[in-house]
């Protein structure tokens, strides 16, 4: 592990001094009419142009005027070839007064962004965002917290389903450890739980508006009619396929044949839960989206199977099974884990890289304060991981010719370091929720 340090530190001087711009949320690039725009007549039609394609959306686009009526015809729609330009028609015969366009887009992250623009038709007065009439610009607290929660379970929940490696490649006594299952089930049953609550989320988090809202049937229609919402019904459905995998994988009877085929089905399913949270997160935004898609993809998966091997570890070494000897299968998960933290480290500078708009984001921005403190837990956890290698090997080499218990003292220490990074790993998830709700630049 001393190893992985230094190559984390290296990295950690290489983001600092490899940090170049990187893409950010959805923006408005402009708008027609302008923002505080004054006109002889009303427009057929009111536009804006973003800084990326976020597809059509409905409700994206509202015009009210000075007493909260809405005036636009609906529906949202692309009035030119340029797929980055999103527009709504106008009522006919709108009078003179002052208008305001309320937007709000979810960006390609799933991020919402939502602002307002003003204009007036003949000699009246601007109306603004302060003024008469009301718009919402900012997430509900409470919707912005039960969110970051979700994201948290759905975190911890890949993780537990990443435990499947441990049991599979280092614990063949697991499969018919029932605690062991139960783990693995709990995994799959949060990632199921939370895709459902993100779906009924997404429409209040984009909308800025309350808890009440997730039983509002047109959000959840707006929900599904775009990208996120999709990628949220591809997770349930894959973590299903997993769940009823699960049973059958583990069966210790199972002829090698079948063991095979459903240990590939099982990584196509993990894998395509893996990329409906790539796709879903600030990764997407980047021009070169393959490069942070791609590294997302490698940092979560090793994280889960990393930290979910340590949850599996913890029990195992917690109350073995009758006649186990836990050291060899704590040995064959430290060599597992370092190539899981070399995969971590070098996947995660290079998001880091990609993601944070400039090198000040670091100690400028919420973002760069929780990537430096995200990066701190690795290296704690790390060191603590550190001081298990170095259990397992001393419990190894120091027992007797044809033992089969690992060294009492040894145990006991890779015991406590074991639920040490357990629960650092659950602080460094907890970290990684709070940075997917988090803009780069801010």
């Avoid at 989320?201 to 919402?229: I, S």
């Avoid at 021009?287 to 942070?292: D, N």
């Amino acid at each position: 592990m001393k190893r992985a340090l230094a190559l984390l530190a290296f990295l950690l001087g290489w983001l600092v001094l490899g940090a170049v711009p990187a893409s950010a949320h959805v923006e408005i690039v402009s708008s027609a009419p302008g923002d505080g725009a004054r006109l002889s007549a009303a427009p057929p039609l009111v536009s804006v142009t973003l800084s990326e394609n976020v597809g059509i959306q409905p409700g994206s686009i509202k015009v009210v005027d000075l007493a909260g009526k809405q005036v636009d015809a609906g529906p949202v729609f692309q009035p030119g070839d340029v797929a980055e330009q999103l527009a709504v028609r106008l009522k006919p015969g709108v009078p003179d007064g002052s208008y305001l366009v309320e937007y709000a887009f979810v960006s390609a992250d799933s991020h919402p962004v939502r602002g307002t623009f003003a204009f007036v038709v003949g000699t009246g007065p601007l109306v603004t965002s302060a003024g008469a009439v009301s718009a919402s610009t900012g997430t509900d607290t409470a919707v912005d917290v039960v969110s970051t929660a979700a994201r948290w379970l759905a975190y911890l929940g890949v993780v537990l389903l990443g435990g499947l490696a441990f049991v599979v490649l280092c614990r063949p006594a697991a499969r018919t450890d029932p605690r062991a299952r139960r783990l693995l089930n709990w995994g799959a049953g949060l990632v199921a739980a939370t895709a459902v609550a993100a779906f009924v989320l997404q429409g209040p988090y984009a909308t800025g508006r309350n808890l009440e809202a997730v039983f509002d049937t047109g959000l959840l229609a707006d929900t599904l009619r775009v990208a996120y919402g999709k990628l949220l019904l591809l997770r349930l459905a894959a973590v299903a396929v997993l769940a009823l995998l699960l049973p059958r994988l583990l069966r210790p009877e199972l002829p090698e044949r079948l063991r095979a085929r459903y240990e590939n089905l099982a990584m196509v399913t993990g894998f395509l839960v893996l990329l409906t949270f790539s796709a879903t997160g600030h990764p997407v935004a980047d021009p070169i989206m393959f490069v942070s898609v791609s590294a997302d993809l490698v940092h979560f998966g090793a994280v889960a199977i990393w930290v979910g091997g340590l949850v599996q570890l913890a029990l195992c070494l917690h109350r073995p099974s009758p006649e186990e000897d836990p050291a060899p299968s704590a040995a064959r998960f430290s060599r597992l884990a370092a190539g899981a933290v070399t995969a971590i480290a070098l996947s995660g500078a290079v998001l880091a890289l990609r993601i944070m708009p400039s090198l000040s984001t670091l100690w400028t921005t919420t973002f760069g304060l929780l990537v430096l403190l995200k990066i701190a837990g690795l290296a704690v956890l790390l060191a603590v991981a550190s001081r298990s290698r170095r259990a397992v090997r001393e419990g190894l080499t120091k027992r007797d010719e044809g033992a089969t218990k690992t060294a009492t003292t040894q145990l006991r220490r890779l015991r406590q370091t074991v639920a040490a990074e357990v629960v650092l790993g659950a602080v460094v998830l907890a970290l990684a929720a709070f940075l997917t709700v988090t803009p780069p630049g801010g």
